[in-house]
């Protein structure tokens, strides 16, 4: 099985900052990316930042020049900085990682999910 735990949300004051990360364990072969996605209220979840085993990264078009993904050593966590927020960027956010376990199976685990709440 595959467990991820994603921590550091919070509540902050428009332009501030945080940080979240997320760490993925279990009977895991490879991980191919991890990635942060959001929900906010009434809206579909979407992906906010992603980087994949390579370490290429991509955002979504509304937190380019905010919000920076990288990875840890281990490449079994991850960290999403979150500067400049934003009222709109209130949403319960969610970790997401994808690769193989060590029976070789595909997986597509998600974390709880936890809030960002950007409110003065």
């Known amino acids: 099985q595959v467990h991820l735990v994603g921590t550091g949300g919070g509540l902050v004051q428009p332009g501030g900052s945080l940080s979240l990360v997320c760490t993925v364990s279990?009977?895991?072969?490879?991980?191919?990316?991890m990635g942060w996605y959001r929900q906010a209220l009434g809206k579909e979840r979407e992906l906010v930042a992603r980087?994949?085993?390579?370490?290429?990264?991509e955002y979504v078009a509304s937190v380019k020049g905010r919000f920076t993904i990288s990875r840890g050593d281990s490449k079994s966590t991850v960290y999403l900085r979150m500067d400049n927020l934003k009222p709109e960027d209130t949403a319960s956010y969610y970790c997401?990682?994808?690769?193989?376990?060590?029976?070789?199976?595909?997986?597509?685990?998600w974390g709880q999910g936890t809030q960002v709440t950007v409110s003065s």
């Open positions: 997401n990682a994808v690769g193989r376990t060590t029976e070789f199976k595909w997986f597509d685990s």
């Open positions: 279990g009977s895991i072969f490879s991980i191919d990316a």
């Open positions: 980087i994949t085993t390579s370490g290429s990264t």
